[in-house]
Antibody, heavy 120, light 106 residues
Framework: EVLLVESGGGLGQPGRSLRLSCAAS????????MHWVRQAPGKGLEWVSG????????GYADSVKGRFTISRDNAKKSLYLEMNSLKPEDTALYHC?????????????WGLGTLVTVSS | DIQMTQSPSSLSASVGDRVTITCQAS??????LNWYQQKPGKAPKLLIY???NLERGVPSRFSGSGLGTKFILTISGLQPEDFATYYC????????FGPGTKVEIK
């Protein structure tokens, strides 16, 4: 069974940093691209960032480019999101998501998410 | 950047109805289009990938069509468990979601 468990969310102050982690199990982690997708309260889905199986391709939404950094550790079967220069509009539930394949294509398996609240 | 739009933003329908949701891309994305279903308080679920392919376990009443810039999700014979919000997503250039279509009970 594919399992994705996010952690690291919480209250962050504007301008400060948070680091999200995602622990993966139940599949061959290094055979798939991975993503972070967020959903602000009462709003739609927003793709935040994605990383290919070997970290050779990284992508970011314009809203987070230059502030967030995605990374992965295939040996630890883990995905990360370093969030810097936090803004109130970054407040959302952040999901770790496994892709359909090696490259950035589709969002097949979703974690339950970790809530990030940015407020002073 | 590729922008995605969906219409309608919401609709009311009855059990058994045929429902269509349209998704449009701001530029040609070929067949690089997926559909998701999200129920309140739940993580989204992949329904259809590459325009027409049903994900494992998705009922055959769901179907997708389209190419280029215009795509359609059809639910043939709406069931009570289908009341949800539906999102399209392109992957021709990174990933972008549409704003969603909420399907409500009439």
């Amino acid at each position: 069974e594919v399992l994705l468990v996010e952690s690291g969310g919480g209250l962050g102050q504007p301008g400060r940093s948070l680091r999200l982690s995602c622990a993966a199990s139940g599949f061959s982690f290094d055979d798939y691209a991975m993503h972070w997708v967020r959903q602000a309260p009462g709003k739609g889905l927003e793709w935040v960032s994605g990383i290919s199986w070997n970290s050779g391709k990284l992508g970011y939404a314009d809203s987070v480019k230059g502030r967030f950094t995605i990374s992965r550790d295939n040996a630890k079967k883990s995905l990360y999101l370093e969030m810097n220069s936090l803004k109130p509009e970054d407040t959302a539930l952040y999901h770790c998501v496994r892709d359909l394949e090696l490259d950035l294509r589709g969002l097949e398996y979703w974690g339950l998410g970790t809530l990030v609240t940015v407020s002073s | 950047d590729i922008q995605m739009t969906q219409s309608p933003s919401s609709l009311s329908a009855s059990v058994g109805d045929r429902v269509t949701i349209t998704c449009q891309a701001s530029q040609d994305i070929g067949n690089y289009l997926n559909w998701y279903q999200q129920k309140p308080g739940k993580a989204p679920k992949l329904l259809i990938y590459d325009v027409i392919n049903l994900e494992r376990g998705v009922p055959s009443r769901f179907s997708g069509s389209g190419l280029g810039t215009k795509f359609i999700l059809t639910i043939s014979g709406l069931q009570p468990e289908d009341f949800a919000t539906y999102y399209c997503q392109q992957y021709d250039n990174l990933l972008t979601f549409g704003p969603g279509t909420k399907v409500e009970i009439k």
